[in-house]
């Protein structure tokens, strides 16, 4: 009689799963295509390639697990390999393939920099493994953040009384700053104190902390915008003097502005906007169905307090613009979208918008720019021109003042509207619920003829995103301004609130707009 020996169980000296009894070799079929792939590649499996030693990948994986309330068994599952060998890579006792980051990258949208897979953002990889961790979890959120800023907004209303929010959209007001009725916009009157005015909240509190990423072993970065810098700059990112909110009379349509820094905004705003989406992924749960459970994770919206006193912080608003293109009947009127890609703008990223939008601020440094460029028709006009004509940004870099009244497309437009052929609304003012962002919201109405003389020629792709066109038409023909497409765009599409709440009241207010 034979005796039957057992077989000797064996494991695969890379993922820890068993080998089949025929192979000879160390290592499973699957790891061993990972290590030819990445000899292909020319990527030794010690060192990612990009200044970031593969064993740390581990703690990439590790933090975004935790993050995303993943279970080593389900992410296992997704990368196909074993728990065990996932395990092991998190701990750091075994390296992790260039196949395998490839495939973490893909199947789990961890950024490649964080895998080894490219260079990183900033100018250096920081040498303390704590500061790494950190760095790796805060372009996590940030980026999670900008996946779900729609959604985000619309939960953060919730946190403010009912009365102070704009219906149909993620936008709050305080009492007086949404028109009943749209001014056209050159009976409102703006006045500039440029005098210092301190503020009570700038983004440096301790309550930011969590919010702002280490940059070595035992230091932080000191503003948010400093950690954006660094960690995952867009392509458009540099403080700019900018006109700041100081006093609203909207009863007597008269805004007072004083002077500050488009970083003085970011600090505060982003950093507030960065916090709700770190609660809420800490809580494990996505997005969550209401407010409430916010309330007492948010330390540094509570330091803000009233979002609508502009001594709490600085309120440097944007202008965002709803272009309605009055076609000649039966067509009708249509208005412009875009879409903001995440790459290319720091706020309102990853989300549809009006378009022109842009920040209220003056076209360079130059001190006379402050009074030449204080108006803001003048602002909407220069949008015009970067953002559907793709001329150059106004970046300061020239020592001229603009000349307005021998700029053709500011010409043109004057006239137009002398004529009543182009007409600007103002339609009041708002906050993002989300960030506490500051738009002054307006709706530019233009004739077709007018339209198709001067943006005949507008681009598709500017240095902010894409200008949406329907179909296979251009971008300039726009969506059509039917209760369909509104209703589509504000209850079922990523906005932007800005944009939404143009939309919404511009379309409550259709009968005087498109009527004038």
Not at 75 to 94: F, Y
Not at 118 to 144: I, L, T, V
Not at 180 to 206: F, H, M
Request: charged share 25%.
């Amino acid at each position: 009689m034979t005796t039957r020996v057992p077989a000797i169980s064996r494991q695969c000296r890379i993922c820890g799963g068993q080998l089949s009894r025929y192979n000879r070799d160390d290592v499973c079929s699957a790891c061993s295509s990972d290590q030819e792939a990445a000899a292909r590649d020319f990527q030794p499996l010690h060192h990612s390639g990009a200044g970031r030693p593969v064993h740390e990948v581990g703690v990439v994986l590790r933090t975004w697990r935790a993050m995303t309330g993943q279970s080593q068994a389900d992410v296992a599952r997704r990368l196909r390999m074993t728990q065990q060998n996932l395990s092991q890579i998190e701990n750091g006792r075994h390296p992790m393939s260039f196949e395998l980051r490839r495939r973490a990258a893909a199947e789990l949208g961890i950024p490649a920099e964080d895998l080894g897979l490219s260079e990183p953002h900033g100018a250096g990889e920081p040498d303390s493994p704590e500061a790494r961790a950190s760095q790796a979890q805060w372009r996590a959120e940030r980026r999670w953040l900008n996946q779900h800023r729609s959604e985000l907004a619309r939960l953060t209303a919730g946190l403010y009384p009912s009365d102070h929010r704009v219906p149909s959209t993620p936008l709050i007001a305080a009492p007086g700053w949404i028109q009943a009725q749209p001014v056209e916009l050159p009976a409102l009157k703006l006045s500039l104190d440029e005098r210092p005015y301190a503020t009570a909240a700038d983004g440096s509190e301790p309550e930011t902390k969590p919010v702002r990423p280490l940059c070595s072993a035992e230091e932080r970065f000191a503003r948010y915008t400093s950690a954006v810098r660094h960690l995952d700059p867009p392509r458009l990112f540099e403080s700019r003097p900018s006109y700041r909110l100081l006093r609203t009379s909207l009863a007597t349509r008269e805004l007072g502005f004083g002077l500050a820094a488009y970083f003085d905004k970011l600090d505060v705003s982003e950093a507030l906007g960065h916090e709700v989406a770190a609660a809420c992924l800490h809580a494990g749960r996505g997005v969550p169905t209401s407010a409430e459970s916010l309330r007492d994770k948010l330390p540094f919206r509570e330091v803000v307090g009233d979002p609508f006193d502009p001594r709490r912080r600085a309120i440097i608003p944007a202008v965002t613009t709803l272009t309605v293109r009055l076609r000649r009947f039966p067509a009708e009127p249509s208005f412009l979208l875009h879409w903001r890609d995440p790459a290319k703008v720091a706020t309102a990223a990853g989300v549809y918008d009006v378009i022109p939008a842009g920040e209220f601020q003056p076209a360079s440094v130059a001190l006379w720019d402050r009074r030449n460029d204080f108006d803001l028709w003048r602002n909407i006009i220069r949008e015009y021109s970067e953002q559907l004509l793709g001329t150059p940004e106004h970046d300061g870099s020239r020592s001229a003042q603009i000349d307005y009244e021998n700029w053709p497309l500011y010409q043109e437009l004057e006239k137009a509207q002398e004529r009543g052929c182009v007409v600007p609304f103002f339609l009041g003012l708002g906050l993002d619920a989300l960030t506490l962002a500051a738009t002054i919201l307006t709706v530019v109405v233009i004739d077709d003829d007018i339209f198709s003389r001067l943006f005949r020629k507008a681009i598709r792709y500017n240095d902010e995103g894409e200008i949406v066109a329907v179909g296979d038409g251009r971008p300039a023909e726009g969506i059509p301004f039917t209760s369909a497409a509104v209703d589509r765009l504000l209850q079922s599409e990523p906005m932007a609130s800005p944009g939404a709440a143009c939309l919404a009241l511009a379309w409550q207010q259709r009968d005087r707009i498109l009527g004038a």
